[in-house]
């Protein structure tokens, strides 16, 4: 049973949620918002509105449950955002890829939706300041790449944990393989698990499947007839008592089940508050993981200045002295229009946020146009650039182990009492930190209230 109380009562917005990725014929979430206060009662709430969230939610009222999500912000889909207003077209300022092919389960659940799934298969290239690298420079890094790889499975298959990438390995190729895991953890290789890190590099993490309409368009299907409340941050739940109690900025809830479906990071440093708080295994499991930081810089052109690129990546390698080189992930002409995406993690990327969109830009435009001729800096438009580890909601990108901690992540998935069920891509193991993990851990958290 779902009811409100307070004056309350979902209302459709379809149009703001499908019109700009073009979804007109999906069904809508019944979205609430505003504010006044309002109680609920539901046979079980989720906390949070991202895939991990909705993917909970869709399941329990599947099998005939009330259920209600609880979401802080405005809007759906927590890290997954295509976002259409900054440069007047869809660009994406969170996940971009599915990967694994048809392994990936997100994958399959997005093509049974009918969402349009084009493959970004082309491998990187490498660019020095001269233009293209020798075969030689390729060679070297793809054995540099293998290396790594080897080792992290080997890690894994004699469960002994270390590093990714370690301080001894001195090949000029390794600053390469530290941006590469850099961006996949958002912080430095030498401080994560290998065996953490060894489901997540399973696949190319260059290559992979792109939804045609922007991700966005994944929570969007995932959230067709759930109520949502939005702009309803959840405070405290009290989960001592008969009921369990959830106090948001709009009112409580009551419900016997819930979901928690929030990132890592927010779990750790708040404001979500337990009475009673959460039992010590819990909290080591919260505490032992790490949030890393990944942000995406987005430059968009008047025209194409990229020639025939749609959206491959480019590995650039710059030169600051006589010793110092830096490399930079950067894609061309992502979703086919005119722009660039570089990805910055660990200490890039909160430089760039500390100097601001409009500098990180123009010294990303100074790059290309070194690279790629004056037409970059002519015809250059704006820069977009994210925020994440700033944002309340997400205080970071995705999780990582650190060495040794590589069990935490079932931990972190385990009920609380038959009343807290924890969700989102920290909890994945074969999916860890991926979109793909978040849905697994929604279906999960929703199979074992169902149990
Ligand atoms: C820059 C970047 C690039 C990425 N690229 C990829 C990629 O290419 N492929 C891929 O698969 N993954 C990628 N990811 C990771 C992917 O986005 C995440 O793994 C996934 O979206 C996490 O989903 P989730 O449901 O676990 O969490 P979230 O999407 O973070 O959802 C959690 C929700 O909880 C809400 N919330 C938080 N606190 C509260 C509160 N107190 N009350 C109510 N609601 C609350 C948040 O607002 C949010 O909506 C990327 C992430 C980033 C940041």
Redesign the pocket.
């Known amino acids: 049973m779902l009811c409100y109380e307070g004056g309350m009562k979902p209302l459709s917005r379809r149009k703001l949620l499908t019109s700009s990725l073009g979804l007109g014929v999906l069904a809508a979430p019944l979205v609430s918002r505003g504010a006044g206060a309002a109680i609920a009662r539901v046979d079980a709430a989720v ?7 909705l993917t909970a939610a869709g399941a329990l009222q599947a099998a005939g449950l009330s259920v209600l999500v ?4 405005e809007r ?5 955002l295509t976002e259409s207003e900054t440069f007047g077209f869809p660009f994406e300022q ?6 694994g092919g048809t392994r990936n389960p997100l994958a399959r659940y997005a093509a049974g939706a009918g969402l349009g799934l084009s493959s970004d298969a082309s491998p990187a290239t490498l660019l020095g300041p001269g233009g293209a690298v020798g075969p030689g420079e390729t060679t070297l890094w793809r054995r540099a790449r293998g290396a790594v790889e080897s080792a992290v499975a080997d890690a894994r298959r004699k469960s002994r944990d270390g590093p990714v990438v370690t301080r001894e390995m001195t090949d000029p190729q390794v600053d390469l393989l530290r941006l590469q895991y850099g961006l996949e953890l958002g912080a430095s290789p030498e401080r994560a698990s290998a065996i953490d890190l060894a489901a997540r590099i399973r696949t190319d993490p260059d290559t ?1 499947a792109r939804v045609e309409a922007g991700f966005s368009a994944i929570p969007a299907a995932l959230a067709a007839g759930l109520p949502v409340w939005l702009d ?4 405290r739940i009290e989960w001592g008592g008969g009921d369990v109690v959830i106090d948001t900025s709009r009112g409580s809830v009551r419900t016997t089940r819930v979901v928690i ?3 890592l990071a ?1 779990l750790a440093r708040g ?2 508050a337990f009475f009673p708080i959460l039992p010590e295994w819990k909290r080591q499991a919260i505490d032992g993981l790490m949030t890393g930081i ?3 810089l987005t430059l968009s052109f008047s025209q194409n200045v990229f020639g025939e690129a749609r959206g491959e990546r480019i590995y650039q390698r710059v030169r600051h002295g006589a010793q110092s080189d830096t490399w930079h992930a950067i894609r061309l002409n992502p979703m086919g229009r005119a722009m660039a995406s570089e ?1 910055l993690a660990g200490d890039a990327a909160r430089q760039a946020v500390a100097i601001g969109g409009d500098a990180a830009g123009w010294a990303m435009v100074d790059r290309l146009a070194a690279q790629f001729g004056g037409a970059v800096r002519h015809y250059y438009q704006g820069a977009h650039l ?1 925020a ?1 580890h700033r944002d309340p ?2 205080l970071g ?2 999780s990582y182990a650190p060495i040794g901690g590589h069990r935490l992540r079932v931990r972190l998935a385990e009920p609380v009492a038959r009343r807290l069920y924890f969700a ?2 920290a909890c994945s193991v074969a999916w860890a ?6 849905y697994e851990a929604g279906r999960e958290a929703a199979a074992a209230i169902l149990r």
Do not use: H, M, Y
């Not at 906390?47 to 969230?53: E, F, L, R, S, T």
């Not at 969170?94 to 990967?99: I, P, Q």
């Open positions: 906390v949070g509105a991202g895939i991990a969230g609880l979401e802080a912000r759906i889909g927590g890290r997954v969170g996940a971009t890829l599915l990967r992979g309803t941050a959840v405070g479906a929030v990132p927010n404001p979500v990944s942000e995406r990805d994210t994440w909601w997400s990108s995705t989102g891509e930190g991926q979109t793909a993990g978040a």
